[in-house]
T-cell receptor
Framework: QKEVEQDPGPLSVPEGAIVSLNCTYS??????FMWYRQYSRKGPELLMY????GNKEDGRFTAQVDKSSKYISLFIRDSQPSDSATYLC???????????FGAGTRLFVKA | GAVVSQHPSWVICKSGTSVKIECRSL??????MFWYRQFPKQSLMLMAT?????????EQGVEKDKFLINHASLTLSTLTVTSAHPEDSSFYIC???????????FGSGTQLSVL
């Protein structure tokens, strides 16, 4: 079993839809949870950063962490064609943990 | 957010030559930097951890003599692919955390094509 599981997609949605992206993990020591967006042939860009459980909102993006279920989500409201990219979840812990990345979900938002 | 600059963006080289990729943290100091390799439609594969002032730590299966890493200063790490072969063709990305932070800031990546 991988430490972090993420459905690679692709996920195709119409413009304006609400997108839900998810990851599950197995290591209960993870405390820091991140979502990165990566456009083709570019480096990942940090979108959301959450410590421990709870929700965090930034514009059209909402990140949720449920540590009891070992499940994290990223919601994108009013999706735009410019949101078409690969979204990577990532997580780490304290004490020298390396950041572990999910496989990435490819998202296509159709105009 | 913090800025990490990576150069070059693209490099094409002949088989057997060496290629150097630079990664710079522009507005913060980074005692640690990470180097990744990414194949098409796949996630990031950590190759090594670059440590300022000491030897790099390589992941299992990564050849130390082939992928030379030098962390010359608090803002610069380099990855040299030595005696490159076509199977080394890939997208290479560096990242750096601000000291004491878990967030990683990534360079723009380098596409290496070995002919």
């Amino acid at each position: 079993q991988k430490e972090v599981e993420q459905d690679p997609g692709p996920l195709s949605v119409p413009e304006g839809a609400i997108v839900s992206l998810n990851c599950t993990y197995s290591n209960s020591a993870f405390q820091y949870f991140m979502w990165y967006r990566q456009y083709s042939r570019k480096g990942p860009e940090l979108l959301m950063y959450t410590y421990s459980s709870g929700n965090k909102e930034d514009g059209r993006f909402t990140a949720q962490v449920d540590k009891s279920s070992k499940y994290i989500s990223l919601f994108i409201r009013d999706s735009q064609p410019s949101d078409s990219a690969t979204y990577l979840c990532a997580m780490s812990g304290t004490g020298g943990f390396k950041t572990i990345f999910g496989a990435g979900t490819r998202l296509f938002v159709k105009a | 957010g913090a800025v990490v600059s990576q150069h070059p963006s693209w490099v094409i080289c002949k088989s057997g030559t060496s290629v150097k990729i630079e990664c710079r943290s522009l507005d913060f100091q980074a005692t640690t930097m990470f180097w990744y390799r990414q194949f098409p439609k796949q996630s990031l594969m950590l190759m090594a951890t670059s440590n300022e002032g000491s030897k790099a730590t390589y992941e299992q299966g990564v050849e130390k003599d082939k992928f030379l890493i030098n962390h010359a200063s608090l803002t610069l790490s380099t990855l040299t692919v030595t005696s490159a072969h076509p199977e080394d063709s890939s997208f290479y990305i560096c990242s750096a955390p601000m000291d004491g932070d878990e967030k990683l800031f990534f360079g723009s990546g380098t596409q290496l094509s070995v002919l």
